[in-house]
């Protein structure tokens, strides 16, 4: 019987397996290079094995892309998309009119409100130039985080996209700090966090009405399921 081909640790001596990158005893990053010539003239058998594991990974990354996460923001009515609207207006009027407001947004009444105004264009463009079809985008409103999940369809395929971040007011423009993201069941570390939230951003364009009034706030208060938004008097200019 053919004795298994290993890759030895050049920090502890010990014998690992050729599908593995980091030594199982000690951690230190193996010799890739080591492997391939082991692999090249050690036989096939352990060649084909190999390549069946990475085949076998990526088809399972694959999955996880694939498999999306239902949202599971709580859903308001139409009692709160009407209470939604009624507040965002109180806000408009206050900085308009130079003067303190404050109202409190629950997570039913925001996402309530996102998918009354969403409907109204239901289609949008991938960066491939593909049609996708959105579903729904809910938010999740924790006590200093905000998490916002997208769920996409094409055709018969459905994706779900998800951020988490910090909503930031600065020098008056209203920004989201991206901390974490995911794609499917799969986090998005790195560079693919940025895709991420740049593939949901677009959801966001053309609600101009929505982004005068957050740009114009003073603070945004963050509790479990709920935002308060604060808009601060004009000062009055100092007599000269």
């Known amino acids: 019987m053919n004795k298994p081909l290993t890759i030895t640790c050049s920090r502890c001596g010990a014998a690992n397996a050729l599908d593995r990158v980091f030594c199982f005893q000690c951690g230190n ?6 492997a391939e010539h082991l692999l090249q003239h050690g036989g096939g058998r352990w060649k084909k094995r190999v390549i069946r594991l990475i085949e076998i990974a990526l088809l399972a990354v694959l999955a996880l892309l694939l498999w999306p996460v239902p949202p599971d923001g ?5 009692a709160d998309y009407r209470q939604c609207t009624l507040q965002l207006q109180a806000l408009l009027d206050a900085q308009r009119a130079g003067r303190s407001q404050s109202q409190v947004f629950t997570e039913s009444e925001m996402n309530a409100y996102l998918s009354r105004v969403l409907e109204q264009r239901q289609r949008m463009a991938s960066a491939e130039g593909l049609q996708m079809t959105l579903a729904s985008v809910k938010l999740i409103i924790l006590k200093d985080m905000v998490r916002v999940q997208m769920l996409t369809r094409f055709g018969v395929v459905r994706l779900s996209y998800e951020i988490v971040g910090r909503p930031v007011l600065e020098n008056g423009v209203f920004t989201f700090r991206t901390e974490q993201a995911r794609w499917g069941h799969l986090p998005a570390p790195g560079p693919l966090k940025n895709w991420v939230a740049g593939r949901m951003a677009p959801v966001f364009l053309g609600m101009e009405l929505e982004r005068q009034v957050v740009d114009n706030l003073k603070r945004l208060d963050l ?3 709920r935002v308060r938004a604060i808009v601060e008097a ?3 200019p100092e007599p000269r």
């Open 29 to 34: 990053h193996l010799d890739l290079l080591k």
């Open 74 to 78: 709580k859903t308001g009515g139409e």
């Open 223 to 225: 509790a479990e399921g």
């Open 234 to 236: 004009a000062s009055s």
